[in-house]
């Protein structure tokens, strides 16, 4: 039987290459950039596979220009990229990559909260330069971490990996969940956690960790009002995605010390960030590093193999994003 043709948007590690490779003809973007629009589609063209990046945009023109295609896997956890019921409607199952990235990227948000509350950015800085004159008693004074209260913005899979990450720190944690009824038991029964609305995980919480996926309701979710609301020594970690904060204000609000600061590794325009952020003190930027450690990233391409050789040979993916069409 001919062998199944699937094509790769940007090499990934290569345990998930050679899974495919031995039940399918695998091409992959030789260059270590993402492709154009015009690109992608042109690639996909024939193929019955595809497996892609967050900044792939899955929709009616994808599939308009593949055809063929018996499955898409994202090499990702988030999924805003991907027209899902547009997926379903065309009968194309779709999958994406939980679980295996929740503690990097869990890991990450602490990295960017503790880099950002004790200014470590910044004294870097000043040592690469040759700038520092020695140790002074009001030198980068920055923000407690032990005792304060975290805000957990979507108590999700990685917003809980997060809140349970703050024991050590006797933290008193916060969450939100869009789903009314719906409470996190792990974590009230192992942190005393408790759940509350926006409006309070904005005026109670010193730290703000953002875990909740893209979606039209948590578009600018935090924005010019929000952060009025924010103690003015609060600050704001996103690891989730960019546009879940109005970028601009969140300049402005930084910039008249609305808030403390912020620590970011997504952005609303990546790979651009807002004008005026770069200069401001008060910010740590990573370049959406959440899920880059060696395991995270080398488990994210067995699992989209995974999937894609599931969906290619008719059967339901291990994670499938739209697992009824399969019913
Ligand atoms: C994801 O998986 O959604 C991250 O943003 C990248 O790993």
């Not at 194309?92 to 990235?101: A, G, K, M, Q």
């Not at 039209?216 to 904060?245: D, Q, W």
Request: with cysteine.
């Amino acid at each position: 039987m001919a062998k199944s043709k699937v094509y790769v948007t940007r090499m990934i590690p290569e345990a998930g290459i050679e899974l495919l490779g031995e039940m399918c003809d695998v091409e992959i973007n030789p260059e270590d950039r993402p492709l154009a629009r015009a690109e992608l589609l042109e690639n996909v063209r024939g193929r019955q596979g595809v497996i892609g990046l967050l900044g792939d945009r899955i929709d009616s023109e994808f599939f308009d220009a593949a055809q063929e295609i018996k499955g898409y896997a994202n090499y990702a956890v988030g999924f805003d990229n991907i027209d899902v019921g547009e997926a379903t409607r065309r009968k194309v199952p779709v999958s994406n990559t939980p679980d295996v990235l929740t503690d990097a990227t869990a890991e990450m948000a602490w990295s960017l909260l503790f880099a950002v509350a004790r200014r470590v950015v910044e004294s870097d800085q000043v040592m690469r330069a040759g700038d520092w004159s020695g140790w002074g008693p009001l030198q980068f004074i920055g923000g407690d971490v032990t005792g304060k209260t975290l805000g957990i913005l979507g108590a999700g899979r990685i917003g809980t990996a997060m809140a349970l990450m703050s024991k050590g720190f006797k933290m008193k944690v916060l969450y939100t969940d869009s789903s009314p009824q719906k409470t996190n038991l792990v974590l009230e029964e192992e942190l005393g956690a408790r759940k509350v609305g926006l409006e309070e995980l904005f005026e109670e919480s010193d730290f703000i960790s953002i875990h909740v996926p893209l979606r039209p309701e948590t578009r600018h979710l935090f924005n010019a009002a929000s952060f009025k609301k924010m103690k003015k020594t609060a600050y704001l970690i996103n690891t989730a995605r960019g546009p879940v904060i109005n970028e601009a204000d969140l300049v402005e609000a930084l910039r008249d010390k609305e808030i403390a600061g912020a620590a970011l590794d997504v952005y609303e325009f990546e790979p651009r960030m807002a004008e005026g952020l770069s200069i401001l003190d008060n910010v740590v930027t990573a370049a959406h590093t959440g899920s880059a450690t060696e395991s995270a990233r080398k488990n994210m391409a067995i699992l989209a193999a995974q999937n894609l050789l599931a969906m290619l040979s008719g059967k339901r993916p291990p994670t499938c994003l739209n697992p009824e069409i399969y019913e």
